[in-house]
C-alpha cells in the first residue's frame, strides 16, 4: 500500500534560516511526487512537482526539492526563509492513487 | 474567477440529516477529485471522476458518502444520515486528464455535525 510519512510536524524557523522538511513515501512502482503549500485562509497550492528526469525539481518562491529514490524521499528545501513562507506544507505522492502527508506547520518568525 | 468553486463554504447539520456539497471545477479539466480533510491531518481522498466516469471510488468512506457527475462538469458529494465524526473539511479538486497534471483545490466546504 502507499503512504506517506512527513516528520516534522511543526518547525519554527528565523527569517534567512534555512529549511528542510523531510517527506518519505512508500510505493514500490513508478511514482509522480508533489509538494503542496496552503497559506493561512488560503486554498492548498501547488509548490512543485516531480515526474521524471532531473531528480532536483525547482518550484516557486524558491524552494526546491529531491528525489532520492534509493531513500524513498521527496525532502523540500529553502535556502532562507521569509515571514511569507509561514504556512502548512503537504506532500503528496500519486501512484496508482493520490496519498497526502499529515503536513507540516511552518512558523517563520520576523 | 475561473479557480474551482465550491458551495456551500460552510454546513452545519444535524446528526442523522443528508447534506449535499457542490463542487465547479475549472471549465477546461476533466479530472475532478474530492477529499476530506481533519484537524491536523492531510487531505484524504476519497474518490475521483474522469469527465462523468468514476474510476476510483473505493477510498469512500462508508456507503453512506456517494458522489456524482453526471454531465462531466460539476459534481456532487452527498452525505447520507451525517453522523458527528463526518465533521471535516470537504475539498474538490481539478486536474487536466493525466495523473501528472497539477490538482487545483477549491476554497472547501466545512461541514459540522452537532
Known amino acids: 500500500a502507499q503512504s506517506v510519512s512527513q516528520h516534522n510536524h511543526h518547525v519554527i524557523l528565523s527569517e534567512a534560516a534555512s529549511l528542510e522538511l523531510g517527506c518519505n513515501y512508500s510505493y514500490g512502482g513508478t511514482v509522480n511526487l508533489f509538494w503542496y503549500v496552503q497559506y493561512p485562509g488560503q486554498h492548498l497550492q501547488l509548490l512543485l512537482k516531480y515526474f521524471s528526469g532531473d531528480p532536483l525539481v525547482k518550484g516557486i518562491k524558491g524552494f526546491e526539492a529531491e528525489f532520492i529514490k534509493s531513500k524513498f524521499s521527496f525532502n523540500l528545501r529553502k535556502p532562507s526563509v521569509q515571514w511569507s513562507d509561514t504556512a502548512e506544507y503537504f506532500c503528496a505522492v500519486a501512484g496508482n492513487q493520490f496519498y497526502f502527508g499529515t503536513g507540516t506547520s511552518l512558523t517563520v518568525i520576523p | 474567477d475561473t479557480g474551482v468553486s465550491q458551495n456551500p463554504r460552510h454546513k452545519i447539520t444535524k446528526r442523522g440529516q443528508n447534506v449535499t456539497f457542490r463542487c465547479d471545477p475549472i471549465?477546461?479539466?476533466?479530472?475532478l477529485y474530492w477529499y476530506r480533510q481533519t484537524l491536523g491531518q492531510g487531505p484524504e481522498f476519497l474518490t475521483y471522476f474522469q469527465n462523468e466516469a468514476q474510476l476510483e471510488k473505493s477510498r469512500l468512506l462508508s456507503d453512506r458518502f456517494s458522489a456524482e457527475r453526471p454531465k462531466g462538469s460539476f459534481s456532487t458529494l452527498e452525505i447520507q444520515r451525517t453522523e458527528q465524526g463526518d465533521s471535516a473539511m470537504y475539498l474538490c479538486?481539478?486536474?487536466?486528464?493525466?495523473?501528472?497534471?497539477?490538482?487545483?483545490f477549491g476554497p472547501g466546504t466545512r461541514l459540522l455535525v452537532l
Open positions: 471549465s477546461e479539466h476533466n479530472r
Open positions: 479538486a481539478s486536474s487536466l486528464n493525466t495523473p501528472q497534471e497539477t490538482q487545483y
